[in-house]
């Protein structure tokens, strides 16, 4: 029966500790700074609309490129700014973060 209860205890210390670090992760937007993406690396889905804000207290560029090497869109962003809303990106699409800015995606 001790072995029952000392196993058990260590399972459920194990669970609620896994528990709360998954929690804290989903609450922590995720900042991206200057770089290449596509939306893989920035956890974002096709053909869904985001909105683009600037976290840090420097300026912030980004541009997205389609296939092509066309500019679909380019954003200057201020320190501190306000959400902006993005056009649909789609999956071939590049984005290019420039600037000491800290981005993130919602």
């Known amino acids: 029966m001790k072995k029952f209860i000392s196993i058990f205890s260590i399972f459920l210390f194990l669970s609620f500790s896994i528990t709360t670090a998954t929690v804290a992760d989903i ?29 840090s207290e420097y ?4 541009v997205v490129f389609d296939s092509e090497q066309k500019i679909q869109q380019a954003i200057s962003l201020d320190p501190r700014s306000q959400k902006f809303p993005l056009k649909p990106i789609r999956n071939s699409d590049r984005i290019v973060i420039l600037g000491q800015g800290a981005l993130t995606f919602s």
């Open 27 to 55: 609450n922590q937007p995720r900042t991206f700074k200057e770089g290449f993406y596509n939306i893989r690396d920035l956890g974002l889905m096709e053909n869904v609309s985001y909105s683009v804000q600037n976290l």
């Open 59 to 62: 300026r912030g560029f980004m």
